[in-house]
């Protein structure tokens, strides 16, 4: 393997492997490329917006300036296909549909949309249920679906610790329960409430129109009422802050982008389906460009 390496220092075989007619007649148009091993297996699914340029820069490569991905993916590719699209637009739908059916090796986005998010809420007589799952739940509030495991359950982690302080008017991280102060919560947990408590009275409402993406006034509450109980001057004020950091990436980055996608496209709902999900995001983001 080093041997391989050092070798490649001094000598990209891609051109050999193609032909140096393929990049010579390659188009500038936008458009997908794929790129196969031996026995014709399918090793990437790519799109460009210049398809020259871009397979170019794997004619290009080296050691020391390309990623160890792009040069183990150089190394193993025997061919490579191109298809001309009508526009950038259209190439990233192909590419999604390409990755989602053939699961290249070396695409790691988009393949299983089916772990995106659903959130789901319970509201019972003394607790609320907070389910987090990859398939739509049957709960009397659900949201989703949204994409990135780490910050979906860093930060429903957060909302529902956040909860569980101001519920219980916790004064110590100390007498949280031990579910809570992990970094990623339990993909399930049931909160003890005071159904004529502050959580219900003051911060249900503003919690669900958050979560569907509407605005921040949960973000806002929550940041008054630590203050109001002078929470935030103490270590649990900083667990607080750390945790609303999280709440509100998690708020640009999917509820409130699948809200405005929703709006945009005028989906009959604001729940996404999962393999729906990248495909709404194309659309709406060059829906906003041309807007």
């Not at 919560?185 to 979560?211: A, H």
Request: contains cysteine; positive net charge.
């Amino acid at each position: 393997m080093t041997g391989q390496q050092r070798l490649f220092e001094h000598y990209n075989p891609i051109e050999r492997r193609v032909g140096e007619s393929f990049f010579e007649k390659l188009s500038t148009e936008p458009g997908i490329y794929k790129m196969y091993g031996r026995s014709e297996e399918l090793l990437y699914v790519g799109k460009a917006k210049n398809l020259r340029n871009r397979l170019f820069t794997y004619r290009r490569a080296k050691m020391g300036t390309a990623s160890r991905k792009t040069i183990r993916l150089i190394r193993m590719t025997r061919d490579i296909e191109t298809q001309v699209c009508s526009s950038e637009k259209e190439a990233l739908l192909l590419e999604n549909e390409l990755i989602r059916k053939h699961q290249p090796k070396f695409n790691h986005a988009k393949k299983h949309p089916e772990t995106y998010y659903f959130i789901g809420i319970n509201q019972e007589d003394q607790c609320l249920g907070f389910n987090l799952v990859m398939q739509r739940p049957e709960a009397d509030y659900t949201f989703g679906a949204f994409k990135g495991h780490r910050l979906v359950r860093k930060s429903m982690g957060g909302i529902i610790r956040i909860l569980y302080i101001l519920e219980h008017e916790t004064s110590s991280a100390f007498r949280l329960p031990s579910p809570l102060t992990q970094k990623l919560t339990p993909m399930q947990y049931n909160l003890p409430i005071d159904r004529e408590g502050e959580l219900m009275s003051t911060l249900w409402i503003p919690l669900l129109e958050f979560l569907k993406g509407q605005n921040t006034c949960f973000i806002d509450q929550v940041i008054q009422i630590s203050k109001d109980r002078g929470l935030l001057e103490s270590f649990l004020g900083s667990m607080i802050l750390d945790d609303m950091d999280s709440i509100k990436w998690f708020y640009e980055r999917c509820s409130s982008r699948n809200y405005q996608m929703s709006k945009q496209l005028e989906l009959e709902s604001h729940l996404i389906p999962q393999e729906k999900l990248d495909d709404y995001l194309i659309e709406w983001v060059f829906g906003r460009a041309n807007d």
